[in-house]
């Protein structure tokens, strides 16, 4: 009995020590931004993204799995109101709605594969990587029985303006090692920053992940305008009565101008 103690105390200590602990991966992720931060200007019409990489190894790369690589943009997130029209007595109204306690301004996911060949349903929940799962969770107790055609139009919506987004097979991987994603940001974009996930995959499951942001801010005179909007909204909106009427007035001194 006594010996059968010994053996189960010294098994645990072994099992505690520094060398068994949970062994770090044999892959990770090494990458970097073609660029750190974008600025918005009255000109902006969009911007291109460039996420790039490498995988470095402590271990001969598994033979009987294939890596894959998911790369991740996504905007600020903010609640989100989606509300359903219907006709009640020839007249267009909101009858119902769903809370989302957060939805991301913007979302794009890249991949070597399909997601759904390369990513558990397990990882995708957990790590939210898939487009439906960016969504947040609803926020306070659902109105409808149903709340899946809310966010499936929400979802429509915003692929259509290019706010969301999935690319199968647009992270180009090289000899396993290497890889690239190009996103194209579009012009209607959300000051904030903008957080970059890049995933390893082997087997449906998450080897190694790596994040980081990138900043989108108002520059230049925009960005004076906002701020102002934003900090000084009584200041901001005297200044545009005044320049408003300042504007009507040299139109009018001008047209007089024409006429004589």
Known sequence: MIRALACALTLAVALAAPGHAADP??????????????????????????IYGAVKRTAPE???????VVVTLEGPAQPLTIR?????????????????????????????????????????????????????A???????ADARPYTEAMLTIREREGLYSAHEG?????????????????ANLTEGDYK???????????????????????????????????????VYGVLSLILAGFAGWAAAAAFRLIRN
């Open 170 to 186: 647009a992270v180009h991987l090289v000899e396993d090692t290497l890889f690239r994603a190009d996103f194209a940001l579009p």
């Open 196 to 234: 970059t996930r890049i995933f390893l995959l082997r087997g449906g499951q998450v080897v190694d992940t790596f994040q980081t942001a990138i900043a989108v801010r108002r520059v230049g005179l925009e960005r004076l305008l906002f701020v102002m909007a934003q900090d000084h909204a009584p």
């Open 84 to 136: 359903k029209k219907s006709r009640e007595m020839g007249i267009w109204v909101n009858t119902s709605k769903v809370r989302i306690a957060a939805a991301p301004s913007y979302y794009s996911v890249a991949s070597t594969r399909p997601l759904k060949q390369i990513l558990s349903p397990e990882a995708d929940a957990t790590q939210r990587i898939s487009v439906p799962k960016a969504l947040r």
């Open 138 to 144: 609803f926020e306070g107790p659902l109105e409808v």
């Open 62 to 68: 598994p033979e009987d799995t294939p890596l894959d």
């Open 25 to 50: 991966p044999n892959e990770r992720v090494v990458a970097g931004l073609g660029a750190d931060s974008i600025g918005i200007t009255a000109a902006f019409t969009g911007s291109q993204v460039l």
